[in-house]
């Protein structure tokens, strides 16, 4: 006997009502792409729960692959046997018996096939016995065990689980549409990716290029804080835009103090043209009430004043050391911190407004025609496909 499956717990998907179908079907092509280096295994749904056949497959690192999956709330290895009581014994007693560091233990059965002959709680004190009765130095404690066995008796047969392994949660990554994610290179609008895609949403990203005042490091930086995202939500488009000429000409037009609120409106205005190409309907970015002068409620109001278009901004109250804590935990950290400066960083004016007005923007931004500088810069995108096994340049360090 041996553990043969891995059980897959929805969370909050399982709230969907008559949608959950369409909430299970994409979870269940996100973990079959996920585990597709694992040929043997097989993704299977049933009514409530999704199980992973492993077919003699070490099941470590599917488990490992399938907590970077959205939408699952916890996984479990789990034997299948028939619905037939003495079958049920044997894979709980093996349960047990190759759990570690075990001296409390309780049985919980949940019996979905009514016409299983026991009923739930006599077939809990059965199992308790049996187990009691087999082993050494166990006991039963319904309150505070060291490990639970749990008995999932369904129409189609019965499943014994033990330890839970904790899921990542929300919903499948493509149930909730697409976004255009701003992504600067630095540590915020990665972790807005992130917590977008919780949400169910697909990431494209757009990122403003201004070479030579950028180099190509940071714009490579970008390319891997992309790929590092991918291992949350498949494969991700970067949008490139050849910023320079656009960005020189609104810091030499523009009054110093405005000269961030009309680039940054300027950016809205090009990422919705490309929202508008790609059949996106939102934006996200990693902007964070009052980090900076272009962050403010009054700077905010004036930058959307250019788009129709929603903008998420998933850490808008969230406290800067809550939002390096999540970067570390999704491994972009490390990345966002390198050297390499994006054009937001180099173009930075030494008084920039806080409290811009929507009226001054649009004063300052009716002395001069920017339409051909906008075409040129949308005309000139390079766009990337990044997924998880795209190949990428070595850094600096590593050269080194």
Same mark, same amino acid.
Do not use: H, W
């Given at each position: 006997m041996e553990y043969d499956h891995i059980l897959i717990r929805y969370g909050e998907m399982a709230l969907k009502?008559?949608?959950?179908?369409?909430?299970?079907?994409?979870? $269940?092509?996100?973990?079959?792409?996920?585990?597709? =280096?694992?040929?043997?295994? %097989?993704?299977?749904?049933? $009514?409530?729960?999704?199980?992973?056949?492993?077919?003699?497959?070490?099941?470590?690192?599917?488990?490992? %692959?399938?907590?970077?999956?959205?939408? *699952? $709330?916890?996984?479990?290895? =789990? *034997?299948?046997?028939?619905?037939?009581?003495?079958?049920?014994?044997?894979?709980?007693?093996? =349960?047990?018996?190759?759990?570690?560091?075990?001296?409390?233990f309780k049985v919980t059965v949940k019996r979905i096939d009514k016409d299983f002959p026991i009923r739930s709680q006599e077939f809990n004190q059965i199992l308790g016995g049996h187990l009691l009765s087999n082993t050494e130095g166990y006991t039963v404690d319904v309150h505070q065990p060291d490990l639970e066995i749990k008995v999932e008796i369904r129409n189609e047969a019965t499943y014994i689980t033990s330890s839970v392994v904790k899921g990542l949660g929300g919903l499948p990554v493509g149930t909730s549409g697409k976004s255009l994610l701003l992504l600067s290179g630095g540590i915020d609008s990665p972790v807005a990716g992130y917590l977008a895609m919780k949400r169910g949403v697909q990431l494209e990203a757009i990122h403003f290029h201004s070479p030579p005042f950028t180099s190509d490091r940071a714009k490579q930086k970008v390319l891997d804080l992309a790929k590092q995202l991918t291992r949350f939500g498949g494969s991700i488009k970067v949008h490139i835009v050849p910023f320079t000429k656009l960005q020189q000409e609104v810091f %030499?037009?523009?009054?110093?103090?405005? =000269?961030?609120?009309? #680039?940054?409106?300027? #950016? #809205?205005?090009?990422?919705?043209?490309?929202?508008?190409?790609?059949?996106?309907?939102?934006?996200?970015?990693?902007?964070?009430?009052?980090?900076v002068a272009s962050q403010t409620m009054e700077s905010m109001n004036t930058i959307n004043e250019v788009t129709n278009y929603p903008v998420i901004r998933p850490l808008v109250t969230m406290d800067k050391s809550d939002i390096i804590h999540i970067s570390q935990q999704i491994g972009t950290y490390e990345t966002s911190i390198l050297p390499y400066e994006d054009c937001c960083t180099i173009f930075v004016p030494k008084a920039p407004k806080t409290k811009p007005k929507r009226e001054k923007a649009n004063y300052y931004e009716s002395t001069k025609d920017y339409t051909a500088l906008i075409e040129e810069a949308v005309s000139g995108i390079e766009k990337v496909k990044v997924t998880a096994e795209t190949t990428m340049e070595p850094t600096f360090e590593d050269l080194f």
């Open positions: 009502g008559k949608n959950i179908k369409k909430f299970i079907i994409r979870l $269940q092509e996100n973990v079959q792409q996920k585990l597709k =280096a694992f040929p043997n295994v %097989k993704v299977k749904r049933t $009514q409530g729960r999704m199980f992973i056949i492993l077919n003699g497959s070490d099941p470590a690192p599917i488990i490992e %692959k399938c907590k970077d999956i959205f939408g *699952i $709330q916890s996984l479990s290895l =789990a *034997i299948k046997v028939e619905n037939e009581p003495e079958a049920v014994k044997e894979a709980a007693l093996y =349960a047990l018996k190759n759990s570690e560091e075990v001296k409390k %030499k037009s523009i009054p110093n103090g405005y =000269a961030m609120t009309i #680039m940054r409106r300027m #950016m #809205m205005r090009i990422s919705e043209r490309v929202c508008e190409q790609e059949s996106i309907l939102s934006m996200t970015t990693g902007e964070n009430l009052g980090q």
